[in-house]
Structures are given as structure tokens and as C-alpha cells.
């Protein structure tokens, strides 16, 4: 067990010993080393409300947090407004709740010793790579956990599917199996992942489509597979075909019958159709 992996174990089982949750009043106890909120039914607005928040909390304690659990939780988004406050921020534990989007702005820039993000077992359908574009330098290779979300695989996802390829194509990543230091050195022969974040979409963990159709139940790097690119083409090219002919078939507006453009068959030699000259 190397370094990484046996702090992260006692901090953990120091969390499991020291923390007490009540449930029935939804009090999110803090540790040490911990802020756990799991099963609580927080919501995003109950999060902010929370005593780590308010200025009367100390200042010295929420520095030395490094693991937060918001595990099972209505959380609809990520709360980075407040996570941003936690310094120390290490691991972040978002699974079972009912996030749809990730969108953390500019709060990866700031959380420079989050290491992990747990957001796995959620609602989210695309992720932007911009929203993951964060300076690599001087910071820990971040991993991501994406899987059991209903990704739709389309365009948007498709740098997604990039990476999730070479994550399963690199000797490098397959042999670290979860061993952080191991995958930081990944970096020097695993460069195609510019964004220094690691999916887990190997052999530990899959990222599946959920729709289109076509790839309902596939993994998410089976886009990049000729026929399911073909497919993709294909309905691109008959839904711009389709929008097409609408726009042709579609009958004159009232403003066009007004400017003077009218269907021939409303017109005779005389005028349009029931019009009669003035005497």
C-alpha cells in the first residue's frame, strides 16, 4: 500500500470512528478531517445553510477538512459556492443524488488539492470540456467517476469518448489499477489526455450511453467505432433534410400574402381570385 492509499484509509476509518450523524434532525457532523452529510435529504438550498457556512464556524477547523460526503442526498447541482470555502478539500463524495449538471466555473481552480470527485449514480447527460479545462500544472491528476449516469452520446460528448479510449488503450493506466502516484507518472506516456483528469472508464469503472438508440447500453468510446459514426451521420443528414423540406412545404405567412406573395392558383388574368376591378 503506498502513501496516498494509507492516508486516505486512516482518514476514513477516523471519520467512521469520530463522526455521528443525526438523521432525524439533518445535523451534518464535522470531524477533523471530515464533513459527512450522507442520507441526510439535503437539497441544494439545505447545504448552504449548513454551520460549516456561517461565519460563526471556525475558521481553523474547515481549513483542516479534507473529505466531504453528500452522499444520497436531492442535491439537483454541484454546491461549488460553498465547497469553494473548504481550502483543504481533497475528495469529494457527490454519488446517489440528483445532479444533472457539473458546471464548476471557475472553483477547480481555486479547490487545488481536490483530487477526486465521486459522481457516480446521478442524472447527468453531457459534460463540456471546457468545464474540465483547468491549468495542469503544479496540481494532482484529478479523477472523475461518471458511471451509472445517463450520458447522451452525442457531438458534445465526443472528446469524452476520446479519452475513454486511451484510458483503455494505455498499458500505463491498466497497470496502476488505482494507485494515484502511479497515474500521476501516466502523464509523461499517456499525453493525449491534456486535461490532466483521469475517467476511470478502464477496467474499473465504464461510462455507458444512454441514448441515441443506436447506442443505448454501449460504452462510451464505442462512438468512436465506424458504424456507429456512420449512424450518427446519418440522422444528422436526414434531420437536416427533414428541416428542409419543412421549410419548403411550409404555407405563405400573413405577412407574405400582405407583401404580395401569393400561391399561383390564387391569381387569374384579372387579379388574384375574387377580386374585382373598380368601376
Not at 245 to 266: C, F, M, R, W, Y
Request: glycine share 4%; with cysteine.
Amino acid at each position: 500500500m503506498n502513501l496516498y492509499n494509507f492516508l486516505l484509509v486512516t482518514l476514513l476509518w477516523t471519520c467512521r470512528l469520530q463522526n455521528i450523524v443525526l438523521t432525524e434532525n439533518r445535523v451534518c457532523e464535522t470531524t477533523e478531517a471530515c464533513l459527512n452529510c450522507d442520507g441526510l435529504g439535503l437539497s441544494n438550498r439545505d447545504f448552504e445553510k449548513l454551520e460549516i457556512f456561517q461565519h460563526s464556524f471556525s475558521r481553523t477547523k474547515k481549513d483542516k477538512i479534507s473529505l466531504v460526503f453528500l452522499k444520497r442526498n436531492q442535491l439537483t447541482k454541484v454546491p461549488w459556492s460553498g465547497l469553494v470555502t473548504i481550502p483543504s478539500l481533497s475528495i469529494l463524495y457527490l454519488n446517489h443524488n440528483q445532479i444533472e449538471s457539473f458546471s464548476p466555473g471557475t472553483a477547480l481552480r481555486k479547490l487545488t488539492k481536490l483530487t477526486a470527485i465521486h459522481l457516480s449514480f446521478n442524472r447527468i447527460q453531457t459534460l463540456g470540456e471546457d468545464e474540465l479545462r483547468i491549468p495542469a500544472q503544479n496540481r494532482l491528476l484529478l479523477q472523475v467517476y461518471l458511471d451509472n449516469n445517463p450520458i447522451h452520446c452525442d457531438s458534445r460528448v465526443l472528446w469524452l469518448a476520446n479519452i475513454s479510449l486511451h484510458e483503455r488503450s494505455c498499458r500505463c493506466f491498466k497497470e496502476c489499477r488505482k494507485d494515484v502516484t502511479c497515474m500521476q507518472d501516466c502523464r509523461v506516456n499517456c499525453t493525449e489526455n491534456a486535461l490532466n483528469v483521469h475517467f476511470h472508464s478502464d477496467y474499473i469503472s465504464s461510462i455507458t450511453c444512454i441514448s441515441p438508440k443506436h447506442m443505448r447500453g454501449k460504452l462510451i468510446h464505442e462512438m468512436l467505432t465506424p458504424e456507429n459514426m456512420l449512424t450518427d451521420v446519418v440522422t444528422a443528414t436526414t434531420m437536416f433534410n427533414m428541416a428542409n423540406i419543412s421549410t419548403v412545404n411550409q404555407p405563405p405567412t400573413k405577412k407574405q400574402n400582405a407583401e404580395g406573395i401569393l400561391p399561383k392558383h390564387d391569381h387569374d388574368e384579372h387579379g388574384p381570385r375574387g377580386y374585382r376591378r373598380p368601376t
